[in-house]
């Protein structure tokens, strides 16, 4: 067998903060072979990135290599002098980052920040070359990329571009002089579905024309399908298993596998759960509902929406950003005003202090204020609602108690708490005030998967036992599958399909349903199977542009 | 609930307190602005203890000791009328520890509450209060404590009021720019929707968070009160004589130099120690708190 390109041995890797030292990655050993494409699969905190940061030579200062090796091309690189190793990026290997307008200086046109890039390589190479040469060559790597109108790219500011567009300059960034190694850290994660899907199609493309290796780094098992014959799996700095893709995917031999393919929601299969619909009457009727920001000729986020929210249902409002469905959202909850159109709620009026509506925010990291205990944030809605002293002590505790955290969490500042804690403290104070209806803004969008599936646990057990109405906004169409009873379909502005959740997924009409479910990373090659065909013609008449 | 436990759980589970102590402990500049003003302040407390000549601070003449240079009874030597400039450079320094707590004591909270408003709710309070900052940013501060001090009696009061009728426009406009950005939080819109009133989410969750922001500017700023409380007692309209303070020991030594230059040096010296522990200390608590300027 030949030397692989890539060969990791035996890394350990530890950080230390506050006077503490712990080990982040644990004897991690794994190779990449020349034109291989592996991925490196793992959660927050698998240690996953501190790999990818340990090759490239990044790692921030108060972390060590305490051991191990990592030898690209037969060379160790933790031997090399830090000229040497600084060469290596962009050349021998370049990395894809994952946010795609955090990479660039706004005030840069994407042309002279290329060109910035260019000279810099060229100049440690000792090479020169005028500058009309070098915007030949940068719009030639434009070109493979796919971004045909070079001229306009070039000239463009960052903030001009749309996320997929941005997303591949950074790609051709990487490509500018012919990588052996492509390390891609969750390229596409911070866009939607269907640029995300373009994305990876792009980068699996140009590995095999170029005849790179890649290193795929992501949190999604859906993505490594599509992009990885080999798979990494990490936990908490340890490799739990490594395997060929498809091996991995289908009978995974360790249990940490397992679960995490468990918890992701499956789109298609028998593991799908299908919620029963809803029979009580409707407890809030939207009718042509538009909603125009700014004055004159602004911006029409939401046109003509009809909706209907039966009590006691789960409503999924899916679609992708700037698409109008969280405005709707605001709308219901009395936030914004509609421009025009009539919201009728069928309920009684709620008493002083209540709301007929909460809301559950994506990120519990900004929806929980940083300076307040999980004890003064339920304080609030209950001292809302009167109550006080010992009644307010045991309705916090029952309030705790629903969210299955222990009552000892109270005095814990959000800082303290995980991801998934954090979410369920958000849901407590949303609960607090016995609302009849939860918005849910993408309730596990920043959290793991894992963690992800123990939140729509809760949140289902929660809607049983309280008898609350959901209304959910997600772009995440497998999860909805499996956590709404009806689904709407909303594409700039306007719900283009809505019904059922079963009989839109077995029977999409609209031909943007059909791309937006075609573009979910599944695991299985079964589900891939399944999803609905959508030509080409319906894919460039509905999908936001990403080339140009 | 087997949630995944991530990798950074060691760090959750330290309390705040440690965690500010050990970037503190680990901070020089702030360990070191914080032992300068301590002893400052200690000075400061017990001057008539502390000092070898706590009399010297009233209108004592003693012809016969008058310019001594800098000796074992006289650290700092004495002044033209024969006072220990050592004892009255102490003393001086209760004038200025005076001098920031007065003026930062009002300009602060009248100036986090003004920016606090603005930054929140916006529309004409907003117009207005930084309307007003605008124009009283733009006039020179030193004229314009000149002109108040000038049409007022010149004692320490109206200094502090002089000093304090501007100063309060920085934190106002520094706490409108925070607490602008704080306001568009999601967890602040929770707040209301969980049925928090205004002064609720200005004093409990607007607040808190621009803590950090606002001591760094608290401790910068005690360092140009300093300074400028002995800019106008130095031009004379500051506190009276014979009591002391640094800049009129300044402004009196000033005629004697070159020759007798402790009169100048050692008051100076003083001002130069209490605004660098000041200073220190600010740039200590930024690092800490981790502020962009």
């Known amino acids: ?213 890649l290193l795929m780094i992501t949190h999604n098992l859906g993505v490594v399908r599509k992009v990885a014959d080999r798979v990494v799996v990490m936990h908490h700095g340890d490799i739990v298993e490594t395997g060929p893709c498809a091996e991995i995917l289908k009978h995974p031999s360790q249990a940490y596998t397992k679960a995490l393919l468990d918890a992701v929601p499956p789109l298609y299969g028998p593991r799908v759960l299908d919620l029963p619909a809803s029979d009580k009457p409707p407890i809030v009727t939207i009718d042509g509902l538009n909603k125009i920001y700014g004055r004159r000729n602004g911006y029409h986020a939401v046109r003509d929406v009809n909706l209907v929210l039966k009590e006691g249902e789960v409503f999924g409002l899916a679609g992708e950003s700037g698409s109008g469905k969280t405005s709707v959202a605001r709308i ?29 925010y994506q990120n519990p990291g900004t929806s929980l204020n940083p300076k307040r205990t999980v004890r003064q944030t339920l304080t609030l809605p209950l001292k809302a609602i009167g109550l006080d002293g010992a009644a307010r002590l045991a309705r916090m505790n029952e309030l705790m108690d629903l969210v299955r955290l222990p009552q000892s969490y109270l005095s814990k500042y959000p800082h303290e708490l995980s991801g998934g804690q954090k979410q369920r403290v958000a849901i407590a104070r949303a609960l607090a005030a016995e609302p009849k209806i939860l918005i849910l803004d993408e309730p596990t969008a920043a959290l793991d998967v894992s963690v992800q599936k123990t939140v729509i646990e809760l949140l289902l057990q929660l809607r049983e036992e309280l008898g609350l109405t959901y209304l959910m906004i997600s772009h995440d169409l497998s999860l909805m599958r499996n956590f709404c009873s009806r689904i709407a379909i909303m594409l700039r502005g306007e719900i283009v399909e809505d019904g059922a959740t079963t009989q839109v997924f077995a029977n999409p009409t609209h031909p943007y349903t059909r791309a937006l479910i075609a573009a979910i990373p599944v695991v299985t090659d079964e589900e891939e199977r399944l999803k609905p065909s959508v030509s080409e013609e319906e894919r460039t008449r509905f999908l936001v542009k990403t080339t140009d | 609930m087997a949630e995944i436990k991530m990798l950074d759980a060691s760090d959750r589970g330290l309390s705040g307190g440690y965690m500010m102590w050990y970037r503190f402990s680990r901070n020089p500049s702030a360990v070191i602005g914080t032992l300068i003003l301590l002893s400052v302040v200690i000075l400061a407390v017990f001057a008539p203890f502390l000092t070898p000549f706590p009399k010297h601070v009233g209108a004592v003449v003693d012809f016969r000791a008058r310019h001594l240079p800098p000796d074992w009874t006289h650290w700092f030597g004495t002044d033209k009328v024969g006072r220990d400039i050592f004892s009255r450079t102490v003393f001086g320094l209760r004038i200025s520890l005076l001098l920031v ?116 500017k608290t401790t910068l700023d005690a360092a140009f009160v300093i300074l400028f409380g002995a800019t106008l007692s130095f031009l004379g309209f500051g506190v009276k004589p014979p009591i002391p303070d640094l800049g009129s020991m300044v402004a009196d030594g000033r005629q004697f130099m070159p020759d007798y230059w402790w009169e100048v040096l050692c008051p100076g010296a003083a001002v130069l120690y209490t ?19």
């Open chain 1, 1 to 213: 067998m030949t030397e692989p390109l890539l060969k990791v041995e035996g890394l350990n890797v530890s950080f230390t903060t506050y006077g503490r030292t712990r080990k982040v990655l644990n004897d991690v050993s794994f190779t990449v072979g020349a034109g291989e494409r592996v991925a490196l699969i793992g959660e927050t905190g698998s240690g996953k990135s501190v790999t990818a940061k340990a090759i490239i030579g990044t790692l921030p200062k108060n972390a060590v290599v305490s051991s191990g090796s990592i030898a690209f091309a037969g060379r160790e690189v933790l031997a090399m002098p830090r000229g040497e190793r600084e060469a290596l990026k962009g050349t021998a290997f370049s990395l894809i980052m994952q946010d795609p307008l955090a990479s660039f200086n706004p005030v840069f046109k994407i042309g002279t920040h290329l060109d910035d890039v260019m000279r810099f390589a060229d100049k440690r190479e000792g090479k020169s070359f005028s500058k009309a040469e070098r915007r030949n060559r940068i719009a030639a790597v434009l070109r493979r990329v796919q971004l045909a109108d070079t001229e306009r790219v070039m000239n463009a500011y960052p903030s001009e571009l749309s996320g997929g567009m941005r997303q591949r300059v950074l790609i051709g960034l990487a490509l500018l002089h012919q990588p052996k190694l492509l390390i891609a850290d969750e390229p596409g994660t911070a866009l939607d579905v269907t640029t995300q899907d373009e994305i990876l199609n792009l980068i699996n493309q140009l590995v095999v024309e170029e005849k790179m290796s």
């Open chain 1, 332 to 360: 219901i909850m009395g936030l914004s005003s509609a421009t025009s159109g009539t919201i009728s709620i069928d309920a009684p009026a709620p008493a002083k202090g209540r709301r007929l509506t909460q809301i559950v």
């Open chain 2, 101 to 216: 707590i007065g003026v930062l004591g009002i300009s602060v909270p009248v100036g986090a509450i003004l920016g606090l408003i603005a930054g929140y709710f916006g529309g004409w309070s907003e117009k207005l209060i930084s309307g007003l900052t605008n124009v009283m940013l733009a006039m020179p501060p030193l004229v314009m404590a000149l002109a108040v001090s000038n049409l007022l009696e010149p004692n320490l009061m109206n200094a502090m009021i002089a000093i304090t009728l501007l100063w309060w426009t920085w934190h106002a406009r520094l706490i409108y720019a925070v607490s602008k950005s704080i306001a568009s939080e999601d967890y602040i819109e929770a707040a209301r929707l969980a049925g928090a009133g205004p002064i609720h989410i200005l004093f409990r969750e607007i607040l808190p968070n621009c803590i950090p922001v606002l001591s760094v």
């Open chain 2, 275 to 293: 605004t660098l522990g000041f200073n220190l200390l600010g740039d200590g608590l930024r690092d800490m708190f981790d502020v962009e300027s």
